[in-house]
């Protein structure tokens, strides 16, 4: 049965939320890619962002963040609707944060409570991840971190690699495991979940649990303890 609320944050999302709280006051410019809910901008908005920038892919996670900003009284955001870094030509942010797709759901399947953009990663999982992590450097101001969420099956070596070249680097700053909804493990590919349990999935009588970590990257050659 589909949720009440599509936009209801996640365990994601909390953990995101939770990470840039332990990074404390923020007062530079600060973007989230994959708006939806718009409650992590509102939360950056509450350490003092001086100026918000959201980028959404979906038509109706940008009305919904925009209502909630307003509904915050938050005037110094500004909510794209755009594919990733496409609106963004030419900006550079102090902080950066993204709760990325990364399942490989079925290309056939529609079914599920949230917007299937949300968390369809392409056929590896990786699709979304790649092409944010390949722009990230243009987009991130020399001083500033990027904080998102990586699913631990789609291996941070790939992920490490892709940023080295750019002249960044990537700390894991925890690893969280959270439930995985029915109606999501119904869209995975036939046996793929399967090949990844003991390792990223997990499962427990009924219930499916997937583990994930919540980075920072930097450009490495910044001293994140400066």
Same mark, same amino acid.
């Given at each position: 049965?589909?949720?009440?609320?599509?936009?209801?944050?996640?365990?994601?999302?909390?953990?995101?939320?939770?990470?840039?709280? *332990?990074?404390?006051?923020?007062?530079?410019?600060?973007?989230?890619?994959?708006?939806?809910?718009?409650?992590?901008?509102?939360?950056?908005?509450?350490?003092?962002?001086?100026?918000?920038?959201?980028?959404?892919?979906?038509?109706?996670?940008?009305?919904?963040?925009?209502?909630?900003?307003?509904?915050?009284?938050? =005037? %110094?955001?500004?909510? %794209?609707?755009?594919? *990733?870094?496409?609106? *963004?030509?030419?900006?550079?942010?102090?902080?950066?944060?993204?709760?990325? =797709?990364?399942?490989?759901?079925?290309?056939?399947?529609?079914?599920?409570?949230?917007?299937?953009?949300?968390?369809?990663?392409?056929?590896?999982?990786?699709?979304?991840?790649?092409?944010?992590?390949?722009?990230?450097?243009?987009?991130?101001?020399?001083?500033?971190?990027?904080?998102?969420?990586?699913?631990?099956?789609?291996?941070?070596?790939?992920?490490?690699?892709?940023?080295?070249?750019?002249? *960044?680097?990537?700390?894991?700053?925890?690893?969280?495991?959270? =439930?995985?909804?029915?109606?999501?493990?119904?869209?995975?590919?036939?046996?793929?979940?399967?090949?990844?349990?003991?390792?990223?999935? %997990?499962?427990?009588?009924?219930?499916?649990?997937?583990?994930?970590?919540?980075?920072?990257?930097?450009?490495?050659?910044?001293? =994140?303890?400066?």
């Amino acid at each position: 049965m589909p949720e009440e609320n599509p936009f209801r944050p996640s365990e994601y999302t909390a953990a995101l939320l939770r990470q840039l709280r *332990l990074i404390g006051p923020f007062s530079g410019r600060a973007l989230e890619m994959g708006t939806g809910s718009g409650v992590v901008l509102a939360a950056l908005a509450a350490a003092g962002a001086r100026e918000l920038v959201g980028v959404d892919i979906e038509p109706e996670a940008v009305d919904h963040a925009r209502a909630l900003l307003r509904a915050q009284r938050i =005037p %110094h955001a500004t909510v %794209h609707h755009g594919d *990733l870094w496409e609106p *963004l030509r030419g900006e550079r942010f102090d902080l950066i944060a993204f709760d990325p =797709p990364q399942l490989p759901l079925q290309d056939d399947c529609t079914d599920g409570a949230r917007l299937r953009s949300w968390s369809d990663g392409g056929r590896e999982g990786r699709e979304v991840l790649d092409r944010f992590l390949d722009g990230l450097g243009d987009h991130l101001a020399p001083a500033g971190v990027a904080v998102l969420t990586h699913s631990s099956f789609v291996g941070l070596e790939e992920t490490t690699r892709r940023l080295s070249v750019q002249g *960044l680097r990537l700390d894991v700053a925890q690893t969280v495991s959270a =439930p995985v909804p029915a109606w999501k493990v119904r869209l995975l590919p036939p046996r793929w979940l399967e090949s990844h349990l003991g390792r990223a999935f %997990h499962v427990v009588g009924p219930y499916v649990f997937c583990d994930f970590h919540v980075v920072e990257i930097r450009h490495a050659l910044v001293d =994140p303890c400066a």
